[in-house]
């Protein structure tokens, strides 16, 4: 038990330092507003966790301007 705790421990301080490096916050203050919790979609939006609402399309769609790709070129998933 105290391995597995431990792993999942240093997943969470993975994923809060990945998350501060790419939203270029302060560690600390992705501590306090991640706190452990899930956030909805507003609510995140709300602490700049994330940039903006929508789903999988609108993903897609800010992928393909980031790529430069024309907004109407097809795309495929693998």
Known sequence: RAA?????????????SRVA???????????EAARGRVWTGAQALERGL?????????????????????ADDPVRFK
């Open 50 to 70: 994330v940039d903006e609402l929508g789903g999988f399309e609108t993903a897609v769609a800010a992928a393909k301007r980031l790529a430069r790709i024309d």
């Open 21 to 31: 490096a790419g939203r270029k916050l302060d560690p600390a203050r992705v501590e």
């Open 4 to 16: 597995i705790s431990a792993q999942i421990d240093q997943t969470y301080r993975d994923f809060l």
